[in-house]
């Protein structure tokens, strides 16, 4: 039983950090971009929340200052791939590139140092385990009710939306799609890079080059699984984070499987969920994702 | 592109090929200098050391040898309108599978024992294209993704064999096999590091330049890129060409991971790429799936990475700076900086 209540707390704890970077990718996506930054742009998150919180010895600030950076990194792929019309997939790769590099450019300093975590917080008395978390974990799950409002019950949601299936259509109408999918990066830039700082300054308090290990790129099938709804990103976010929870446990149990065949559970989950949801989504996925657009004349 | 002649298309070709070597060089130096180091000095020294010296030469052209390969392994399926980000990981499962064949087959005449672990390696690495190849055939699931994800499960396998059943017991320190059987056989120019994997680079790549521009196969593969719709409509297996290129691009890259094990390793480690496969991809970028273009970029990204290594000795930079790089490269070629008439 104490196992079982470890599991699921840990699960709610490991899906935070993995629906900030999806729902940021939902609304990129939504508007027309495939981002395959999003591990670039965790890392960068990660490695700067952790050498401002390990500077100014406060987690929060090492978060907002990520979130900035995040905003800042996804600006240059969103000026590659709307006004330089640049190749969305090559783009999202250079981008990925340039956080890995930075990052551990960032981080070589912090390597096996303990920065201070964000503080948790617990709403109502409950068991010791359950419901005692940073605020960040709220935060996420709160957001993606939220994200969900944005996109499909809002004004601004019906223009990305718009922007997303047809940017020529959305421009006859008055929409500027640039500016749309200008918006959509900055908000997808802050959400992974804080995915990322959740990672390190509300989980594990440490650094280490490559710490995301590809959440990036599960996130964005998680993008897929989720059908490019908000709701349903959660539902996969918790399958993953599960995953996760459980390759620990059994590290932890020692049972004498190779660490390394462990950690494979995530990414193998990821391949099969590709397999049974990637199928039919062509007909669900925003029409003009990854293409484009030159203007309308 | 479409109706310009030839000898029209080769002088636009080198005009963009010489255009983003200038690029290069100058976001090079702009790196070398934001580091605070005299980027005119620095690319003095590289000219000295890695260029007119024989031996520095040689050094270059030694770790030009995976990019050639890895670089065709993008390639290949890029002429389908496939983007194949996994050439990392085929290298690995290249070196895995070749490491198997070099352990587990014995009783051969070495040439011939040499012969099968680098076919072992193609095969490693073709399997590991297979599998998204497979899945986009079907129209299953994109390969971009799927590729990028099982590059983070092939240093896994590697490592549980590396650390688990094929550990070498007399280097306990290192978690490492031992070396391996066929490596005192393996084709090297005497006096350097130069091997036989390199000669295997041009002949590949001469194979593509013919394959590519002068066969139906190539014509055909090239329409499967084109437009799938109208090659389908002519009658072309557009499914089997998508598998078949992501196992031709697989086998290349696990070419360059098995060649790389035996010729300079020795022996199989985590460590064997030091992320060969993603420099291929920014090669293949670079010199938009163009055989001369490969050639040169594969030989100007070799220079980077062999003074980037000698820079992460000098100045203590993580290996990390060159990803960096890579990604400074990658933003301005994407920039189209001279090209005109980028309306909004």
């Known amino acids: 039983m104490n196992w079982f209540l470890s599991w699921i707390s840990g699960t709610i704890l490991y899906a935070a950090p993995l629906l900030f970077p999806t729902l940021g990718e939902v609304i990129e996506q939504r508007a027309g971009l495939v981002n395959l930054g999003l591990e670039g742009l965790m890392l960068l998150g990660a490695s700067v929340s952790f050498a401002v919180s390990f500077a100014t010895q406060n987690a929060w600030v090492g978060v907002l200052v990520a979130g900035c950076v995040g905003l800042l990194a996804n600006l240059i792929y969103a000026w590659l791939v709307v006004h ?11 981008l990925m590139f340039f956080g890995i590099g930075l990052s551990a450019l960032i981080g070589k300093a912090y390597v096996g140092q303990m920065a201070p975590v964000l503080p948790k917080f617990q709403p109502f008395p409950s068991q010791a385990l359950l419901f005692r978390y940073d605020l960040l974990v709220y935060v996420a799950f709160l957001l993606a009710p939220l994200c969900w409002f944005l996109l499909f019950r809002t004004r601004f949601g019906l223009k990305l939306r718009a922007v997303g299936e047809s940017p020529a259509i959305a421009y006859a109408a008055g929409v500027s799609p640039a500016l749309v999918r200008y918006i959509a990066a900055a908000t997808a830039g802050i959400l992974a890079a804080i995915g990322g700082a959740h990672l390190a300054v509300g989980i594990t308090g440490t650094w280490s080059e490559g710490m995301t290990a590809g959440r990036g790129f599960i ?60 199928r039919g989504v062509r007909y669900v996925a925003p029409a003009s994702l990854g293409r484009v657009y030159f203007g309308t004349e | 592109m479409v109706l310009k002649s030839t000898s029209n298309r080769w002088v636009w070709i080198l005009f963009r090929l010489s255009l983003t070597v200038v690029l290069i060089l100058g976001v090079f130096g702009l790196f070398l200098w934001a580091l605070g180091k005299n980027p005119l000095k620095a690319f003095q ?116 064999f590396v650390f688990g059943p094929w550990r070498a017991p007399e280097l306990a320190m290192y978690p490492q096999t031992p070396e391996l059987p066929v490596v005192p056989y393996f084709p090297v120019l005497p006096g350097t590091r130069l091997h036989l994997g390199f000669f295997l680079g041009l002949f590949f790549l001469g194979l593509y330049a013919y394959m590519t521009g002068r066969s139906r196969w190539g014509l055909e593969l090239r329409a499967v890129g084109g437009n799938p719709e109208a090659a389908r409509r002519l009658g072309m297996p557009v499914e089997r060409w998508l598998l078949a290129a992501m196992v031709l691009g697989g ?13 300079i390793h020795g022996r199989l480690k985590m460590a064997v790429s030091p992320g060969y496969g993603f420099m291929g991809f920014l090669v293949n970028w670079l010199a938009f799936a163009n055989p001369l273009g490969i050639l040169i970029m594969s030989f100007l990204l070799a220079i980077i990475a062999s003074s980037g290594f000698t820079l992460q000795i000098t100045q203590r930079l993580p290996y990390a700076a060159v990803n960096v790089l890579m990604a400074l490269i990658l933003f301005v070629v994407l920039a189209k900086p001279f090209r005109q008439g980028v309306r909004r």
């Open chain 1, 84 to 94: 330089r019309q640049a190749h969305q997939l090559a783009a999202g790769l250079a």
């Open chain 1, 219 to 278: 996130a964005i099938a998680l993008v897929i699984f989720s059908r490019w709804d908000p709701l349903r990103a959660i539902i996969g976010a918790l399958l993953f984070g599960s995953a996760v929870v459980l390759q620990l446990q059994l590290q932890a149990q020692g049972l004498g499987i190779s660490p390394f065949l462990l950690d494979m559970l995530p990414y193998v989950l990821t391949v099969l969920v590709l397999l049974i949801w990637g």
């Open chain 2, 45 to 160: 020294d590289t000219l000295r050391l890695n260029l007119l010296n024989p031996r520095g030469l040689s050094e270059v052209v030694v770790r030009m040898s995976p990019l050639l390969l890895t670089a065709l392994g993008v390639a290949v399926p890029f002429r389908a309108g496939l983007i194949n980000v996994g050439a990392e990981g085929q290298f690995l499962m290249g070196a895995l599978l070749g490491t198997w064949a070099a352990f587990n087959i014995a009783g051969l005449p070495p040439a011939l024992h040499l012969v099968l672990v680098l076919l072992a390696g193609m095969v490693g690495g073709g399997l590991w294209g297979a599998v998204p190849g497979a899945l986009r055939a079907l129209g299953w699931v994109n390969e971009t993704i799927t590729t990028l994800l099982l590059n983070y499960l092939a240093p896994l396998i590697v490592g549980y």
């Open chain 2, 251 to 263: 086998a290349l890259a696990g070419l360059a991971g098995v060649a790389e094990v035996v010729a």
